[in-house]
């Protein structure tokens, strides 16, 4: 796969000696009783940490939302975070109870040369969604220049990843270059053949990334609940599965937009259907045409599995994006781990949308056997969408 610039500059196109550094990471990690659960994101952001106190900044100040607190709740603190991150890096990490205010003010100004900084969750405060202009000038009042990290954020635009750049010169930080320019060449030159796997729970929030990407597609496999919408749409009764009825006409017009292009369109050909949404259903395993009365299809079957995997050894790129099944519960993952290994197992370029299928390449622990695996699930949805991301297109031009 052919790199290409971003068009954004980076970090490496700026000055960072002696200069205070506002940046803005992706450090919305699951937590459990206080703990980190995934450091994953936290681990994704420690080259642009690394790379500002090589290059001698003065100071680094990261922010970072975690979870959807409505104002200040302790138990989406980032203090564990500062921890974990301190641990990683193998230094200190200071915290500031707050993110703007007197004590962040006063944080800011006591920190030591070369530190680093972790402001407290910055969406204790509704201006941060709000995109507030004063909330995001105060953060600005904080540093010199701006690097956005945040790539899982940057669909949004808000105080800390829009804001800001009104106020300080603004670049792109490693791993958002890294995950736009993966993301971007996938789509814009993908090697041929070139095939996208889509799953997940609807047909209505995959219909733009898939319309965008047919144009260029040479095979598309359908998993996932979605696939039921196409089963109605092929005149298939699915009993008690998921399915979106007012979608049924948007999945035909793919198929037929898909036939027009030559695209080859692949659908489950055997589904594990079960008789509730539930870990201890009784289950079997049918042809999506065969589903008894008050069964619901769960996840794809063994056959499908392997018939995916046969025909993507065909394609020297793949971009996967969703789920193929329940994969929460056990009984239902398996479609899920199974298409994640013989993606993982191909010698193509592969990308995965991050989300729930990066929590699904997880499960396989065969991370590094993918080209890129996105940390930014809506970010990377909308990148498939062919949109601009306002955290991205605010910054400055190369
Ligand atoms: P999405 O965020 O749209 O990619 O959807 C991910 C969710 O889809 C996961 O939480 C899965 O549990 C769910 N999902 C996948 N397959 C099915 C299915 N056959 N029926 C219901 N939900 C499903």
Redesign the pocket.
Known sequence: MTQQRIGKKTVRDIDVTNKKVLLRADLNVPLENGAVTDDTRIRESIPTIRYLLEHGAAGVVVCSHLGRPKGRDEALSLAPVAGRLANILNREVLFAEDCVGEQAAAAVGAMPRGSILLLENLRFHPAEEANDPAFARELASFADVFVNDAFGSAHRAHASTEGVTHYLPSVAGLLMEKEVQYLSALVADPPKPFAAVI????VS??ISAIEHLLPKLDMLFLG???A?TFFVANGVDVRM??VEAEQVAVARRILEDAKARHVQVFLPVDVVAATA?AVDAESTVVKPADVPRGY????IGPATVKLYARELRKAKAVIW????????MENFSHGSTGIAREIASLQAATVVGG???AAVVAMTGLEKQFTHVSTG?GASLEMLEGRELPGVAALLDS
Do not use: Q, W
Request: charged share 15%; glycine share 28%; proline share 3%.
């Open positions: 799953g997940g729970a609807k929030t995959k996932g609940g979605m039921n599965s998921l949404f619901m299809i769960l996840d994006n969703g789920p193929m099944g329940v994969f929460e989300g729930e299928t699930g």
